[in-house]
């Protein structure tokens, strides 16, 4: 029952997130300081993360390849298929629930605590479209940063390979052309889309409606991490089994 | 003015957090609610906030009944509302003339200069000196306190409430804030309501007073009645120091 309570009143969020809106000229900032906050603030450890692991992607696929008849370009073939298919929009997605989820979670949070939600209340402004509205606004810019994890991720994977000495880079762009689905990309970005409004609500759910003090802060941010991963594995395999199956 | 008629509140439960109260708060006066923790000043605040729908009865503001107005009106009437909440909430992300100028920011069209024309204004008004850019973090309580007020009033409010707004000050700070209130109470004409515990505060600002106890009314009246209240919770409460037992003695001696 209490989960049941806990989605019933996340879609009311939802709902609450859509009356009563903004001003526009005061939404507008908003939105831009959130584009800062969420989306241009992880670049540094999204490019970070996706250059090396896309390089680790290129390494295990070689060292793995143990048959000689197996053509190099398949170090390019897999590096793409992984990085496009999942490292980019899934993992990238778990650690952006760490830092952008745990961020939104404990700024919505500390502002219940410290009253500063039943001030926006009370001034007659409708918190959650002030609050969560431009966090989703802004996360519709997440893709771009995939987008930016996915070509990362294979110029990691180009870089380990050539220069570890695994396949030249002509095999290995002749990997990352081979079979190469469209659809695959559109799947990816479809699901990147659903992460995104996941990684937006699910932590504001977890910093508006908490209770208590700082410590319960900083365990609602935990929680809201734990849940935003798991709604984001959970959505990753209903998306792929409709899509892909 | 705000008239309050059988007001009532609970939780889901089957006990009531408000149990019928009846009051009246006056324009331009500093009307205090007080009682012990747990006898329902915050739950009865934040329904004349708007904040909790009353179980029952009404809430009159100016002979408006709050639950009675359209969504649009409701929206209109908390924007004639001030608040100065217990830990000042103020926005920790923009500076004090931000704060300020944030309620004009949303209901006004003012433009920027206007808007912080008017923010020096009550800047000035509630003295505060050399903070205009400085962060919530970056000043202390007492100024946070006034922040709060200069926020609250900025948009020139019918209706002003206050929780606890000197709590965690020391008692001249907390003087000076209490009579800057009530300054700003007659001064604007302002109907405003202060939740507090301070007995100082009480025997300074008490223009009106209500004493809660376990969500009743138990008694109403000014600061000149208090001393000769005959409500046994009242005098427990207000006389639980020896300071004020002293006071209250010299009080009744002189007028005998």
């Keep these: 029952m209490g989960y049941l309570k806990e989605i019933g009143l996340y879609f009311m969020m939802l709902k609450g997130v859509f009356i009563k809106p903004t001003k526009t000229s005061v939404l507008r900032n908003l939105v831009l300081k959130e584009i800062d906050d969420l989306i241009i603030g992880s670049l540094g450890i999204v490019c970070f993360i996706s ?39 899934t993992f990238i997605s778990i650690i952006m629930a760490g830092k952008v989820g745990s961020f939104i979670t404990s700024s919505i949070g500390t502002m219940r605590v410290t009253e500063q939600i039943d001030a926006l209340e009370v001034m007659g402004i409708n918190s959650l479209n002030y609050l969560v509205f431009p966090k989703i606004i802004a996360m519709l810019f997440y893709p771009f940063v995939i987008a930016i994890a996915m070509f990362l991720g294979i110029l990691g994977g180009y870089a380990a390979a050539v220069f570890g000495g695994f396949a030249t880079g002509d095999q290995f762009i002749q990997g990352l052309q081979e079979e190469f689905v469209p659809f695959q990309l559109v799947y990816a970005f479809i699901k990147t889309f ?50 892909l199956s | 003015m705000i008239e309050v008629q059988n007001l009532k509140k609970g939780f889901g439960g089957d006990e009531l957090v408000l149990k019928g109260i009846s009051t009246t ?87 920027k200069a206007e808007r912080r024309e008017r923010a020096n204004e009550v800047i000035k008004r509630v003295n505060l000196i050399n903070a205009n850019n400085k962060l919530p973090s970056e000043i202390s309580g007492g100024m946070q306190k006034r922040v709060a007020i200069a926020r609250a009033i900025v948009n020139n409010p019918k209706y002003l409430f206050c929780d606890e707004p000197n709590s965690g000050l020391d008692p001249r700070t907390a ?41 009743h009314l138990a008694w109403e009246g000014s600061k000149e009645t208090i001393f000769k209240a005959d409500n046994d919770d009242v005098t427990n409460f207000v006389y639980s120091s020896d300071l004020f037992k002293k006071v209250r003695e010299a009080v009744l001696k002189e007028n005998q």
Excluded at chain 2, 176 to 202: A, F, G, K, P, R
Aim: proline share 3%; aromatic share 12%; hydrophobic share 45%.
């Design chain 1, 51 to 89: 250059f090396f692991v896309g390089g680790v992607v290129a390494i295990q696929t070689a060292l793995n390849m143990d048959n000689p008849i197996l053509p190099k370009s398949l170090i390019g073939f897999a590096s793409r298929q992984s990085i496009i298919l999942e490292f980019a929009p």
């Design chain 1, 194 to 243: 659903v992460f995104a409004l996941l990684l937006a609500t699910i932590p504001s759910y977890f910093g508006y409606y908490m209770k208590g003090g700082a410590l319960e802060v900083g365990k609602a941010s935990t929680t809201s991490f734990v849940w935003t991963s798991v709604f984001i594995i959970l959505t990753n395999y209903i998306i792929t089994q409709l899509l």
């Design chain 2, 25 to 111: 708060f006056d324009k331009g006066k500093t009307n205090l609610i007080i009682g012990q923790s747990g006898s329902g000043k915050t739950v009865f605040l934040k329904c004349l906030l708007g904040l909790f729908r009353p179980t029952e009865g009404k809430i009159l503001y100016d002979g408006e009944a709050y639950s009675e107005l359209s969504s649009e009106k409701q929206r209109t009437l908390r924007e004639q509302m001030g608040m100065v909440f217990q830990g000042s909430a103020l926005f920790d992300s923009m500076t004090v003339e931000e704060n300020i100028m944030f309620p004009l920011k949303m209901f006004t069209k003012q433009r």
């Design chain 2, 175 to 215: 003087t000076l804030i209490d009579n800057l209130i009530q300054e700003i109470t007659h001064e604007y004409e302002i109907t405003t309501i202060i939740n507090t515990h301070d007995m100082n505060s009480v025997m300074e600002i008490g223009e009106k007073i209500v004493f809660l106890q376990k969500g």
